[in-house]
Structure formats: C-alpha cells, structure tokens
C-alpha cells in the first residue's frame, strides 16, 4: 500500500511543477529559470521536511520521496545544462549549474537546520 501513496505523492509533486514551471516560464527566455527556481524550491521545503520528520513513517516516505522526488527534476537540469552549452551560452551554463547545485544545497541545509 505505501507504494500507491508514494506514486500518488509523485503525482501530486509531479503536477505541481508542470504547473509552476509553466507559470514560471511565461517570462523565461535564455535562462532556465523556471526549473532553478522549482529544484531550489524543492531543495528547501524538503530540508524543512525532513527537519520535522523522519522515514520512519508512511506520511513523511510519501512526501519526501514521492512529492518532492518527483517535484524536483535532475533530468532536466541536465538537459537546461547541455542546451546552454549546444547554444553557446557558457556564462549562462556555469551561472545555472553553479547555482543550481550550491543553492540547493545550502537551502536544503538552511531549511533542515531551521526547525532544529
């Protein structure tokens, strides 16, 4: 049964940044924006999570892997990454990647040590 939650909560975090993502593009044009802003969002809210809760229950499993598994995205972060390179953006690509993995991280700690 944990599974049909954890699927459920990927659907929902998976729902959610196709909607964000959509609202966030609109003004979007040589930056990948959009999917910065939903990875450092998802970096925080599941430092913040995992600082109230633990794996050790259903609730906190379905929501740390399954909504914020699916609301944040490695895949296209990588992809945003080569297209900045194939379009000769090299200041953009170090800009997003640097960002990207640095914001992340020190917001997930931020946010996991802020409730601690």
Do not use: C
Not at 17 to 40: E, S, T, V
Not at 71 to 86: G, V
Not at 109 to 115: E, I, N, R, T
């Amino acid at each position: 049964m944990d599974i049909l939650f954890i699927a459920l909560g990927g659907a929902v975090g998976a729902i959610a940044r196709f909607y964000i993502g959509i609202f966030l593009k609109r003004d979007q044009h040589q930056f990948p924006l959009a999917i910065l802003l939903i990875n450092l969002i998802g970096a925080l809210g599941l430092g913040v999570f995992l600082s109230l809760y633990t794996y050790e229950n259903t609730t906190a499993t379905v929501i740390s892997v399954g909504f914020f598994g699916a609301f944040t995205t490695f895949s296209t972060f990588s992809m945003e990454a080569l297209n900045l390179i194939k379009a000769k953006r090299l200041t953009h690509f170090i800009w997003y990647v640097g960002l990207s993995i640095v914001g992340a991280i020190a917001l997930f700690a931020f946010g996991f040590y802020l409730f601690q």
